[in-house]
């Protein structure tokens, strides 16, 4: 048996690059440029998913070339009418990469921060497109939900990101519900319930005496 030769895939690749051009030459397909990237960034990240895959507390770096590139690839095959997915695609990927660091060592706390703040950005990315909704307050109230997982899931071990949460929770929805006409009850509310979980907090820890 012949032993496997890298001029197999390079060769591979001149075959599929000459089909795709060939076609776009004939009006069959349009972009094959974008196609045949997609191609290669698709099977390059399903490469670092495999080795994501079979071990995943030793490869778990790999969590981050898998996602980023098959998002990338999801992005090019974006038909026109559904470009506007492409930013929560891209950055969907990135950040799908920080949730499975933290889900598969949630030791890794920090993995949490990156990606509620990526999944944000491609979120409003995304709103922006559809709607004229001002997303200003989106985007802060979307960094406050992140720091509120960072709190919840990390325990008291991390206690200091429920300050963030509130400061960014008061924050957004003074930014962004005024428009919503409801900024009379939701801050209020947020007060309250800010103020009764730190009162909480206080009695529920232990006497220092």
């Given amino acids: 048996m012949r032993k496997f030769d890298f001029r197999l895939i390079l060769g591979g690749l001149l075959i599929l690059g000459g089909v795709l051009a060939l076609l776009d030459t004939m009006n069959i397909i349009g972009d094959a440029g974008g196609i045949f990237w997609s191609l290669i960034w698709g099977a390059v990240g399903v490469y670092f998913l495999y080795l994501l895959v079979s071990d995943r507390q ?16 999801l992005t090019a095959f974006l038909p026109n009418s559904l470009d506007f997915l492409s930013g929560l695609l891209f950055m969907g990927g990135i950040s799908l990469a920080f949730w499975w660091v933290y889900f598969t060592d949630t030791s890794r706390w ?15 990315s995304t709103l922006d497109d559809i709607s004229n909704f001002d997303t200003g307050g989106l ?7 992140t720091f509120l997982l960072v ?9 200091w990101a429920w300050y963030p949460t509130v400061a960014l929770l008061i924050f957004g929805a003074l930014i ?7 900024t009379d009850y939701v801050v209020p509310a947020i007060l309250i319930l800010a103020g009764g979980f730190m009162i909480f907090r206080f009695f529920r820890q232990p006497s220092s005496e």
């Fill in 58 to 73: 030793r490869n778990w770096w790999a969590a981050f070339p898998a996602f980023v590139l098959i998002g990338m690839a």
């Fill in 110 to 124: 920090w993995a949490l921060i990156p990606a509620g703040v990526l999944l944000t950005i491609g979120a409003i």
């Fill in 139 to 145: 985007f802060f109230i979307g960094l406050g939900l």
């Fill in 151 to 159: 709190a919840v899931l990390a325990g008291d071990r991390q206690s």
């Fill in 176 to 182: 962004g519900i005024p428009s919503l006409d409801i």
